[in-house]
């Protein structure tokens, strides 16, 4: 992860438990009061100019452009972590607030004094002013004494500024001056409120179905929970490294550390030291990035090393839960730490679900007693906007509900508390902003999550209002924030505006192509027939997750298109993107095959056998391929008796044509690109489909922010295959990415040569200097996916 979030992370200290935060503390005019906490982040809001003193006075003021009578002025403070403890940001040490209908304030009315002493932190409570019947068509804030930046000179901050008339906000989308400044127009300062407010409290009782009134929706296929055997290939490669990923990187000693400490265990001697934010401040994340991996893994191998860790951390966190049920790593009354309420609690849920379909049903049952104490915990009002993205607990809910153990209040729960009508509203007509402008907390690829999590819903209702909005945020995500090969285009921290494409921001997480990954499954079982969620899988898995992993050593984070892959922190100190990229490596297998009541789905091609019971008899299916290094794809049957199946095979939307299927050698169907060709018949043992997958090269013209002016970039992919271009000699691809290949768009496919002895790998006629490889396939050296191209 890149440090600036660790960073910033470490920082967030919230307070233990935001019901219990204080209010401020000291002498406060009767005609304030404070309005409770405001939810994070607070926004741009304003900052006026640096001061070497600290008495200087500044000013700011809004125009509300008719004179109103004045009810209240809410001052809305920023807050962050500037040092080490929780703080507001710059709130005015000693103010005043008048009106006047004079802009100069010749002859104004006090509002509010507090030039006398200095005004209490707010911390992050808003705060609220009475005007006593003021009339004025302009509002300011005077500051006598200025707030100190950390460790820099000062200054003064505000989140929001409100002025009340008639319950009304009269300022909103007023502009605003100040005295250093002059004429500034409509600022952050007096943006709407957001659309569910800027409290912290939510609280929606009327969202709430009843179970009695639910019209459940069942997939229509499902991804087996075992059967599937890998027979070499690189998914094989891949699963087997990530195997030795899990069982290299942390000993169950350490995995179990912070469940001890919670419940006052001792741990053994000469452990090492944890990562202060993703072990300590997220406690129980590593077990559950563990269990995420090893619980998956299980399902498809017998490994006894990796079975026998499983069974200790799972029974050290038994061991550790109270009488109550609760069993997370951190105590109960430190929920709104960091970001322990959501992302923490969402993966060791992940985790012991996984666990539990991987051999330990006890998991299940572990599970279900901390959801009794989750579901009817006092802190659920203010979990979605007191806890640092809270919004990402949803998904341990609705994954709960579905699970052998789960119960309708799983869901009930989300929707009373967490659900965001709005966003449900804006996700269905479709609209970017509902993505890259989300008004709460960072917008970035976490936000799939919801749509995972809201589609569970959807499931377990079958209220259309869910499937509606998820349906529009796929297709948001898909068609505006999705890197050439599949990676997530949006992160957090920046700005990423719809079709921005940036290259060398910090995009591409790793985790957000899992959660791209497990959406797109969720719709391939709803609607098994549309070819293309399943084409999404298949550029996540080989373009990301493959390209991401570093053997058995680690996991990147990014999935960096140009200069050089992500190596700018350790790869297994257990950052979010290995915890969801071991859990993708070890669920490789269920994604190959889908199972239908009447038979089977082949999605991906690997070499890989399957085994089911069809019409009550064991049929099984064994794939030999070599791809995506061979496009030749043989199926076989082995069945004791003939039986009656379906099996559907993927013709995938990348095929350069239509496809042939042989059946014992007889040409008998074909299928077009986009689909799934359907073999309908009684199948006897030893049957066999031949088909070939034709690959061919696709261009694709880069559109983002990051263009080179004047110049054409184009992306290429073989396949589902995303390729990068690299120097056959040292420094014909520089630090950056930047290169020239000497063809145009029109030709390069025609000019591309399989290199002998290394599939995949492509020369270039009349281009010496440079090479297309498998991106996944890189490691260390520079590379672009987006050369320029000039004929």
């Not at 049929?619 to 030999?624: G, I, K, P, S, V």
Request: glycine fraction near 8%; charge should be negative.
């Amino acid at each position: 992860m890149p440090i600036k979030r660790r960073e910033f992370m470490a920082g967030m200290l919230l307070s233990t438990v935001a019901v219990e935060r204080d209010v401020p503390k000291g002498k406060v005019d009767p005609a304030a009061h404070d309005a409770g906490e405001m939810a994070w982040p607070p926004g741009a809001g304003y900052e006026s100019k640096d001061s070497s003193l600290p008495e200087q006075p500044h000013w700011l003021q809004v125009d509300l452009g008719s004179k109103y009578p004045v009810d209240t002025v809410k001052l809305y403070p920023k807050f962050g972590m500037p040092g080490d403890h929780f703080a507001s940001e710059g709130f005015p040490l000693r103010f005043r607030i008048e009106a006047s209908d004079d802009p100069r304030f010749a002859a104004p009315a006090l509002i509010a004094d507090h030039t006398a002493a200095d005004y209490p932190d707010p911390v992050d409570h808003i705060q609220v002013f009475s005007a006593a019947a003021v009339k004025a068509r302009y509002v300011r804030l005077t500051v006598t004494r200025l707030n100190k930046r950390h460790r820099g000179p000062y200054y003064f901050a505000l989140a929001k500024l409100d002025v009340l008339s008639g319950g009304k906000d009269v300022a909103e989308g007023r502009p605003i001056s100040d005295s250093t400044s002059g004429d500034l127009g409509v600022t952050a300062l007096t943006r709407p409120p957001r659309p569910q407010g800027e409290g912290i409290v939510t609280d929606n009782p009327a969202n709430v179905i009843s179970a009695s009134r639910w019209k459940k929706v069942p997939y229509n296929i499902h991804a087996p929970l075992k059967g599937v055997t890998l027979e070499g290939g690189p998914l094989k490669t891949a699963f087997d490294h990530n195997i030795g990923y899990l069982l290299g990187s942390f000993t169950a000693d350490e995995l179990l550390k912070e469940f001890n400490d919670r419940a006052g265990k001792p741990n053994p001697p000469g452990l090492r030291k944890p990562d202060q934010f993703w072990q300590t401040d997220l406690a129980g994340s590593n077990a559950g990035r563990f269990l995420m991996g090893a619980g998956n893994s299980l399902r498809w191998s017998t490994h006894p090393e990796l079975r026998q860790r499983l069974n200790q951390v799972v029974d050290g966190i038994a061991a550790c839960r109270q009488p109550n049920g609760y069993i997370m790593a951190y105590p109960e009354d430190t929920i709104f730490y960091s970001e322990r309420g959501a992302y923490t609690r969402a993966w060791l849920t992940h985790g012991l679900i996984e666990a539990g379909y991987g051999g330990r049903p006890d998991a299940f049952q572990l599970l279900r007693g901390y959801y009794d104490w989750f579901d009817h915990c006092k802190y659920l009002p203010q979990l979605l906007r007191g806890a640092i993205q809270g919004v990402q607990g949803m998904i341990a809910n609705t994954r709960m509900a579905h699970t052998p153990t789960g119960k309708p209040e799983d869901i009930q729960v989300i929707q009373r508390y967490f659900q965001e009508d709005y966003w449900l509203d804006q996700l269905a007509r479709r609209e970017p902003r509902a993505i890259w402008q989300y008004p709460y907390d960072r917008p970035h690829c976490y936000l799939i999550t919801d749509l995972e999590a809201y589609l569970d819903i959807y499931t377990a209702t079958g209220d259309r209002r869910y499937l509606d909005a998820v349906s529009g945020g796929w297709d948001l995500y898909r068609d505006h924030w999705e890197h050439v090969g599949g990676s997530i285009a949006i992160c957090e921290f920046g700005s990423y505006p719809p079709d921005s494409y940036l290259l060398h921001a910090e995009t591409g997480e790793l985790c957000g192509s899992v959660f791209w990954a497990f959406l797109s499954q969720r719709f391939h079982f709803l609607y098994p027939d549309q070819e293309k969620y399943v084409t999404e899988i298949e550029k996540s898995i080989y373009n990301v997750a493959l390209a991401n992993q570093v053997g058995s050593q680690g996991i990147r984070y990014h999935a960096d298109l140009a200069g050089k892959k992500d190596v700018r922190v350790p790869i297994a100190i257990n950052t979010c993107c290995e915890g969801q990229g071991t859990r993708l490596l070890g669920a490789l297998p269920e994604f190959i095959y889908s199972l239908a009541p009447d038979g089977v789905f082949v999605d991906l091609f690997e070499n890989s056998s399957i085994t089911w019971q069809q019409a009550g008899q064991p049929f099984t299916l064994r794939m030999e391929t070599a791809f995506p290094f061979d496009p030749r794809v043989a199926l076989q049957v082995s069945t004791s008796t003939p039986v009656h199946a379906k099996i559907r095979v993927r013709i995938p939307s990348w095929a350069a044509k239509d496809v042939e299927l042989q059946v014992n050698d007889a040409a008998i169907l074909t299928g077009k690109p986009g689909s799934y060709v359907l073999l309908d018949r009684m199948w006897a043992n030893g049957d066999r489909v031949h088909f070939t997958l034709p690959m061919d090269f696709r261009l694709t013209h880069y559109t983002g922010q990051e263009r080179i002016a004047g110049k054409e970039q184009y992306a290429v992919e073989y396949g589902p295959i995303l390729l990068a271009l690299v120097g056959t000699q040292p420094g014909q691809v520089d630090e950056k990415g930047n290169a020239t290949v000497p063809a145009g768009p029109a030709d390069l496919a025609q000019r591309l040569r399989p290199k002998p002895g290394a599939p995949l790998h492509f020369t270039i006629d009349g281009d010496p200097l440079h090479e297309y490889v498998p991106y996944w396939l890189l490691q260390d050296q520079f590379f672009t996916c987006y050369p320029v191209l000039s004929a």
